[in-house]
């Protein structure tokens, strides 16, 4: 296949029990637009560009592996295929798949959401994300930034997705006790100037 980077084959070439959809998904997305996308590695993954910008990813969990489409929620999904990975995700979409048959069955219009997410990205279309401040804030939280400067001002510090990640991370517990622990445990990472994953 033309346009594959050495880099990224360990992925296809490791055993898993996705291997012979990742290889089909693969060919399919090489052979959508060649002249298009870049195959890279990213997060562990292949990931495919358009002038460095993500278009479509290749993943796997324990059920399922997928197509991860960075901007999803602007394509037309004609076949019903896009899924949200969970209620916070707003802009990637994935379609999944089961099984390698799965994969081949459904080739044709794997290529033709492929395309249209290449067209969307040549576009320049963004997507309209929500603000930090559309997030909510627990109680709990807000109290010790309240009650705190150098807390308030090191959380305000942090980069919009940093802080996205904190108030969707503490807001998550469902315990009051629970949530005060995760604030407690990340006070000294915010004050730091880092995320949550950092």
């Known amino acids: 296949m033309n346009n594959t980077n050495p880099k990224v084959d360990f ?6 029990k996705w291997k012979e959809a990742y290889v089909e998904l693969r060919r399919i997305v090489l052979e959508s637009m060649p002249e298009a996308l870049t195959e890279e590695l990213k997060w562990g993954c292949p990931c495919y560009t358009l002038d460095g910008q993500n278009v479509v990813l290749i993943h796997g969990f324990k059920e399922y592996c997928a ?3 960075h901007k999803g929620v602007l394509l037309s999904d004609p076949q019903k295929l ?3 990975q969970t209620e916070n995700v707003q802009s990637a979409r994935q379609i999944r798949f089961t099984h390698v ?3 081949l069955a459904q080739e044709q219009h794997l290529k033709a959401y492929i395309r249209e997410a290449i067209e969307v990205e040549r576009s ?5 994300l929500k603000k930090t401040s559309e997030f909510t804030m627990v109680d709990e939280f807000k109290e010790v930034i309240d009650a705190n400067s150098d807390i308030k001002k090191a959380f305000e510090s942090l980069t919009p997705g940093r802080q996205r990640a904190y108030l969707l991370y503490f807001s998550q517990a469902k315990q009051s006790k629970t949530r005060q622990s995760r604030i407690e445990k990340y006070i000294p990472q915010i004050l730091s ?4 994953n950092d």
Do not use: C, T
Not at 11 to 16: A, G, L, Q
């Open 11 to 16: 992925f296809f070439n490791k055993e898993s």
């Open 67 to 69: 197509y991860l489409f």
């Open 82 to 84: 896009l899924i949200q």
């Open 101 to 103: 048959e799965e994969v």
């Open 124 to 128: 320049g279309l963004q997507v309209a």
């Open 193 to 196: 100037g880092k995320g949550l």
